[in-house]
C-alpha cells in the first residue's frame, strides 16, 4: 500500500533519479577529477590559475530545459577542450569514456576556466513531463527537480570520495529573457569559491553572500512543515 501511494505521488522518481546518477556516474569520475586539472595545469600553466575551482561544476536548472550546447545558451560561455579522458569496462561495455568539458567564462574583462556541464538525469524529468504515457505534470517535474537537487546534495555530502571535487549550480530561470543569465550564475559560484579559499586561508569563517549577488534564492521546502532551504550549495 505504501509502495502504491508512493508511486501514485511519484515520490520514488527525483529519489531513484539521484542515486542512480551518484552510483552510476558522479561517484566513478569525481574522485579523478582534480588529477585531470591538475595534467590539463602542467600543459597550460596559464589557464588554471585558480585552483580552488578545479572541481566539476554541474548545473540544476529547476524547469529541467538543458542545453546541448552551453556556447549557444549564453555567448559568455566558450568550449576550450576536453580533459584527460577515463576508461573503463563497466556493464559489459569495453572501454566506456567518461569526460569532461573545460569552458572560459568571459566575466567583462577576463576569463574563468572551469568545467562545467549539467546533471543529465534532469532530462529524463523533462521527457517526462512532455509524454502522455508518464502521466507527469509541469507542477510534478518542479517538485521533482527541487527533489533531486536535495537528494543528491545529501548523498554526495555523505560521500567521503566525492568531498571537494563538485559544485552543485541550482538556479530558477527568470521569466524575462536574459542573454547571459546562465554564465552570471556560473560566475558567481566561482567568484564564492574564491572567497571561500581564502576565507579559510586566513583562518575565517567564510561569511553568506549578500543577497544581492543571489538571483536565485529560492526555498526548496517540499512539505508546508520543511524548513526552507538555500538553492546554493557551498560544497567545496
Known amino acids: 500500500e505504501i509502495s502504491e501511494m508512493s508511486e501514485r505521488s511519484k515520490q520514488n522518481v527525483a529519489h531513484g533519479l539521484a542515486w542512480s546518477y551518484y552510483v552510476g556516474y558522479l561517484k566513478i569520475v569525481l574522485p579523478r577529477v582534480k588529477k585531470s586539472m ?12 585558480r585552483r580552488e575551482t578545479w572541481k566539476l561544476h554541474i548545473l540544476l536548472p529547476l524547469s529541467c530545459d538543458i542545453y546541448d550546447d552551453l556556447e549557444k545558451a549564453d555567448s559568455n560561455i566558450r568550449y576550450l ?12 561495455t569495453k572501454k566506456r569514456v567518461y569526460k569532461h568539458s573545460l569552458y572560459a567564462i568571459r566575466d567583462e574583462d577576463k576569463l ?6 549539467y546533471a543529465t538525469p534532469l532530462q529524463s524529468l523533462y521527457a517526462m513531463s512532455q509524454d502522455e504515457g508518464a502521466a507527469f505534470s509541469r507542477e510534478d517535474r518542479l517538485e521533482q527537480a527541487k527533489l533531486f537537487y536535495r537528494t543528491l546534495e545529501e548523498i554526495l555530502k555523505g560521500s567521503k570520495e566525492c568531498a571537494g571535487t563538485y559544485r552543485l549550480i541550482a538556479y530558477e530561470e527568470s521569466g524575462e529573457a536574459e542573454t547571459h543569465f546562465l554564465s552570471r550564475e556560473i560566475l558567481w559560484h566561482l567568484r564564492q569559491q574564491r572567497h571561500e579559499e581564502y576565507a579559510l586561508c586566513e583562518g575565517n569563517q567564510p561569511h553568506n553572500p549578500s543577497m544581492t ?24
Open 38 to 49: 591538475e595534467e590539463f595545469s602542467r600543459a597550460n600553466p596559464n589557464a588554471l590559475a
Open 112 to 117: 574563468w576556466h572551469c568545467a562545467v556541464e
Open 213 to 236: 549577488l543571489s538571483s536565485t534564492e529560492l526555498n526548496i521546502q517540499i512539505s508546508e512543515s520543511d524548513l526552507p532551504q538555500p538553492l546554493r550549495s557551498d560544497c567545496f
Open 81 to 92: 577542450t576536453d580533459l584527460t579522458e577515463t576508461t573503463l569496462t563497466r556493464a559489459g
